[in-house]
């Protein structure tokens, strides 16, 4: 009985969604859109390998081929590409200075710049940057 007990909240909802369905507007998909899976073409791994040997960045590549990092990171491993250790340079880290002087936060810096949030905070850390207080941000 205890499921029948209020039937006024599913009435209540069903209400809101025929309203809903009248408007013809979409409730927003709380579903997490996940990107589709493809592999690479062998064409795609040898550009692949050639552009990331010429410094560029696996962010960069993985946005231009339209897969993850971690399907660039995966397909360099197997062509036998070191990886290089994933770090700010000195242009970044100038650029993060500037920013964060601007009064940016950590975590829209690293957004901006293709980072972790954690990794600017280091970073900042080790230019000798006086990072905020967490009541000073804001």
Known sequence: MTAYSNPTLAVDGLRKLLADAASGERPPDKAKQRQSRRRLLNAETADLVVAYQAGARMNDLARQLGVGRSTVRSALVREGVAIRPRSMG?????????????????????????????????????????????????
């Open 90 to 138: 000195p242009e970044v880290m100038a650029d993060a200075v500037r920013l964060y002087e601007a009064g940016w936060s950590v975590s829209k810096i690293g957004t901006n710049l293709g980072f972790d949030g954690t990794t600017v905070w280091r970073g900042l850390q080790s230019v000798g940057v006086t990072l905020r207080r967490p009541w000073d941000r804001g």
